[in-house]
């Protein structure tokens, strides 16, 4: 194909433009994470008067990180997993099946989108205080209740992907399983589910994203016992030095293994939009 | 399968499958309502329960004094939104404040995104050599955990440590005073560059997913009868995109209009009022001074303008595809 040079000229602005916004944060979070104490408080340099990796052993006492790595992780994991299941379920109802209340449940959990997150936070946190009263399950300060409040935030986007990229695979496999002697869990969970593999992985990026970097109900929910990391990241600035350089590390340890999956799974995660509603 | 020979084949399959789903012989008509039960129980206790007592919260005077034992506070009838819209008072004139500057936010922050979107999304529709490096640095911002992003550029906005003022004044050699920017009125330009760095990924990622489903064949096609870039990407990908837009769009408003996470994480505790975002607003209005009624009756009538906002563009929309 032959292109004029306007076209080329517009390619090569739009991406140069665009990768210097990028990649510059991304710059300056792993030079200064690098750094050494007195570089961060002084002047901003580009680049480190000497590499050091002592931020990366020091982030560690400075804050608890270890413990909120794994509470994040322990929150994040299980909120994906039980979203996921719930989501597999309600995705094939939706694709699968002609029934009362179809539109009023599609219509209802999208617009949770809108609910503005301040609304319901505190009655929420009034219910589980309530129900620790009442029945001594305790939410608030648990892992429990962050758990049970991260899977909704992912739920109605994760079903919306799945139910599409289910109306993707052809009925006749169900019925050929149904023929098989399976009934319809029987059917989803042998023929469909494999079939649906990169749109369940893209689900499963996009609700531990979701869990991974909530920060309102994190700050009201967690105690002491539960701090996840988008709390506990900014417990370092609260010390009476501000080290930038342990905040630049550790933003960088926490953001890898999620960047990396995501990263690793693009395509899938692309493959579940164009199947979703998005065509 | 079988067909039978009367009517069209062409609409049979359609028909058919819907038919047999709706009553399938191994199960009864309760199947997929027991299949939507979890998601419906969740969503109910987590989200739909609790806002509608948020509402209720809203009529009643839920002050510090009430929040150990809440079922006996007074009720207030309105007097939490005569407070809130009487924009001669401090929190009327405040609040009215937050919600305007929220708006030029929501307004600069989904159409620079949009735009920015847009424009990688085509430039990276053709195959050429490092493309895939392209599009996975552009995906890096979305990747990245909220907060992480949110306090490296915390640290290049710090006025005499950060980034930006050493490349403005040191390395631009702009004269005059290096600017505090997460304080007073240039903290809504650094809102605003957070914010887009953040979402314009989204719109990347979505219009990306879009433009796959756009057969290259259309393009060929139009070229052949002499359109030129800009013609083929008004009159052919704009228009194939409108679906994806219409969501698209929809969704960027709702997130940004409702952003807690950039001023929360950028200012903390200090508000500056050019940064007062008004979910970040209610947050303080509520935790700062423990009146969760006032709150509430702010957070109300937020649902009620965001209710009204994305009714209208529903209406809007829906009228304009179909006159077209």
């Known amino acids: ?14 991406i140069t433009v665009l990768a210097i916004f990028t990649a510059v944060p991304v710059y300056v979070m792993i030079t200064s994470s690098m750094k050494p104490l007195r570089d961060v408080q002084g002047p901003f340099t580009w680049w480190p008067s000497e590499i050091t990796l002592a931020p990366f052993v020091d982030m560690w006492t400075t804050v608890p990180l270890a413990s909120y790595f794994i509470n994040s992780v322990m929150v994040a994991s299980a909120a994906t997993i039980l979203s996921l299941i719930i989501a597999v379920f309600a995705s094939y109802a939706m694709s699968r099946y002609k029934f009362f209340g179809r539109s009023i449940f599609s219509t209802t959990i999208l617009s949770t989108q809108m609910f503005p997150g301040v609304l319901f936070l505190l009655p929420l946190f009034l219910i589980f205080v309530n129900i620790n009263a009442a029945t001594g399950i305790q939410l608030v300060g648990t892992m429990g209740g962050l758990i049970i ?8 986007f994760s079903i919306w992907m799945l139910a599409g990229y289910f109306d993707g695979i052809p009925h006749e496999l169900d019925e050929a399983a149904k023929v098989d002697g399976c009934g319809p869990v029987g059917a989803l969970v042998r023929v469909v589910l494999p079939a649906a593999r990169p749109g369940l992985i893209a689900v499963a990026i996009f609700s531990f994203m979701t869990s991974w970097g909530e920060v309102l109900f994190a700050s009201v929910m967690t105690t002491e016992a539960n701090r996840t990391l988008a709390v506990g990241l900014q417990l370092y600035s609260t010390q009476s030095d501000v080290y930038w350089n342990q905040i630049m590390a550790a933003s960088l340890v926490v953001s890898i293994p999620i960047v990396v999956a995501f990263l690793l799974l693009q395509r899938n995660f692309v493959a579940g939009l164009t199947a979703g509603g998005v065509k | 399968m079988s067909v039978t020979t009367v009517e069209p084949p062409a609409q049979k399959p359609t028909v058919r499958p819907q038919r047999k789903n709706r009553r399938p012989k191994s199960s009864g008509w309760w199947m997929p309502y027991a299949l939507l039960a979890p998601a419906v129980m969740f969503v109910l206790a987590i989200q739909v329960l609790p806002m509608v ?22 009720a207030a009838g309105l007097a939490n939104y005569s407070i809130t819209v009487d924009f001669n008072s401090a929190v009327g004139k405040s609040l009215l404040s937050s919600f305007f500057v929220t708006c030029g936010f ?8 949009w ?74 330009v650094a809102m605003l560059i957070v914010a887009i760095w953040r979402l314009w990924p989204f719109a990347f990622l979505m219009l990306m997913a879009g433009l796959q489903s756009i057969p290259s064949e259309v393009y060929e096609a139009s070229a052949v009868d002499g359109a030129k870039p800009w013609r083929q990407w008004r009159s052919i990908t704009l228009p194939m995109l409108k679906p994806v837009n219409v969501v698209l769009i929809l969704v960027m408003f709702l997130w940004t209009f409702n952003d807690f996470n950039t001023p ?31 709150g509430a009756a702010m957070s109300v009538l937020l649902l009620l303008f965001l209710l009204l906002v994305t009714g209208i563009y529903l209406i809007v929309v829906n009228r304009r595809s179909r006159r077209a």
């Open chain 2, 115 to 188: 735009m920015l979107g847009m424009a990688a999304a085509v430039v990276l529709q053709k195959q050429f050599w490092g493309r895939g490096f392209i599009r996975t640095l552009f995906l890096i911002p979305y990747a990245l955990p909220v907060y992480a992003g949110i306090i490296a550029w915390k640290f290049m906005f710090q006025k005499d440590t950060g980034a930006i003022n050493h490349f403005l004044f040191d390395n631009l050699h702009v004269g005059g005073e290096k600017p505090f920017w997460l304080i007073g009125d240039s903290s809504f």
């Open chain 2, 53 to 74: 007592i948020g509402i209720c919260m809203s009529f009643i005077k839920l002050t510090k004094a009430f929040i150990a034992n809440w079922g006996s506070a007074p």
């Open chain 2, 264 to 294: 929360y994480v950028l200012f903390g505790n200090s508000q500056p009022p050019a940064g007062d975002l008004i979910a970040f607003h209610i947050y303080n209005a509520s935790f700062l001074t423990w009146n969760f009624g006032l």
């Open chain 1, 1 to 14: 194909m032959h292109e004029t040079t306007g076209v080329k000229v517009f390619r090569v602005a739009v």
């Open chain 2, 106 to 113: 929501t307004v600069l922050v989904v159409g620079l995104s």
């Open chain 1, 149 to 156: 409040t991260y899977l909704t935030f992912s739920l109605p």
